[in-house]
C-alpha cells in the first residue's frame, strides 16, 4: 500500500506551505466510503488527514 508514503508527502508539504496536518485511522469507515462514492473493496478510505492553518503562526 502506497498510503504511508502519501501520508508522510502530505505530511511534508503542509510543513512546507506553514500548515497543520495530522494522520487519523479511525473514522466510520463505511460512511467515508459513501460519500467519497467508493465501494470499500476495490477502493477504500484508509487515512483521513485534515489540513488547516496553524492558529498560533
Ligand atoms: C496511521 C495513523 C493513524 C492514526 N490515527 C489516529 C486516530 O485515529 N486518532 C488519533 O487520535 N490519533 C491517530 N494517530 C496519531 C495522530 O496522527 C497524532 O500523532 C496523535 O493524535 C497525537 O497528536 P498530538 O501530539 O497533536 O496530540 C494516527 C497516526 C497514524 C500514523
Known amino acids: 500500500m502506497e498510503a504511508g508514503a ?3 508527502n502530505i505530511y511534508l508539504e503542509a510543513t512546507s506551505l506553514d500548515m497543520g496536518t495530522v494522520a487519523v485511522g479511525a473514522f466510520n ?3 467515508v ?3 467519497l ?3 470499500g473493496r476495490s477502493e477504500a478510505a484508509l487515512l483521513i488527514m485534515p489540513l488547516g492553518y496553524l492558529k498560533d503562526k
Open 6 to 8: 502519501i501520508c508522510e
Open 29 to 31: 469507515d463505511a460512511l
Open 33 to 35: 466510503n459513501e460519500i
Open 37 to 39: 462514492e467508493i465501494d
